[in-house]
């Protein structure tokens, strides 16, 4: 069954400091890839995505994402934390054209001060 | 502005009863789902609706039922049947002819007391 884990139910990092959150994903097949971000209350909104076009991408509030078929990876970074990016982080992944959307557990990030 | 409503935000219900959710997009999106969340469970599909007319279970449908007779309206019954409903439950959409991006609604939150 195609899955997706996410590393680290909960991260911390300081304000200022790298931002990296971990997805590993299972598919015979390049997939199409998702992060989200969800903050308290609210619904989802979409942060990156990966169709097969570039193996970097970039998204909103700079944060970016780099799409590794050999490792089965496409962790998302940022290079500095701001406060507002405290919220809960969703990899999904629909595994080929047509599929369902599959979620991981979600990491929730905490930014500290 | 193009979107979509769900409501009501918070909802309360006795043990026993069936309680419906809204979930309006005027997007003119061909599909849409709804997601069950609970902590530490990312997000579980319980039903989706690929046109007007017709849908499908998702992986957790018992104790759930949906109808689509519009194309822009995809309400979700929780019945008594449901054993745990308390829940955050979040609606989205999708154009299918697109590039598997799906849009979600602001969320339920849906207590049974």
């Known amino acids: 069954a195609q899955s997706v884990t996410q590393l680290g139910s909960h991260v911390s990092v300081s304000e200022g400091a790298l931002v990296l959150l971990r997805c590993n994903y299972s598919?015979?097949?390049?997939?199409?890839l998702f992060w989200y971000v969800q903050y308290p209350n609210q619904g989802l909104q979409l942060l990156l995505k990966?169709?097969?076009?570039?193996?970097l991408v970039k998204g909103i509030n700079g944060f970016e994402a780099e799409f590794k078929k050999s490792e089965t990876s496409f962790h998302l970074t940022k290079p500095s934390a701001h406060m507002s990016d405290a919220a809960e982080y969703f990899c999904?992944?629909?595994?080929?054209?047509?599929?369902?959307?599959?979620f991981g557990q979600g990491t929730e990030l905490s930014v500290k001060p | 502005d193009g979107g979509i409503t769900q409501s009501p935000k918070y909802l309360f219900r006795k043990e026993g009863q069936n309680v419906t959710l809204s979930c309006e997009q005027n997007?003119?999106?061909?599909?849409m789902y709804w997601y069950r969340q609970d902590p530490g469970q990312g997000l579980r599909l319980i039903y989706y609706?690929?046109?007007?007319?017709?849908?499908q279970k998702g992986d957790i449908a018992e104790g759930y039922s949906v109808s689509r007779e519009k194309k822009e309206s995809f309400p979700l019954t929780v019945t008594s049947a449901q054993k745990n409903p308390t829940a955050f439950y979040l609606c989205?959409?999708?154009?299918?002819?697109?590039?598997?991006?799906?849009?979600f609604g602001p969320g339920t939150r849906l207590t049974v007391l």
């Open positions: 990966y169709t097969s076009a570039a193996t």
């Open positions: 999904a992944v629909i595994p080929n054209q047509g599929g369902k959307l599959i």
């Open positions: 989205a959409s999708l154009n299918s002819g697109g590039n598997n991006e799906q849009f």
């Open positions: 609706s690929q046109i007007v007319n017709d849908f």
């Open positions: 598919s015979s097949v390049p997939p199409y």
């Open positions: 997007l003119n999106h061909d599909a």
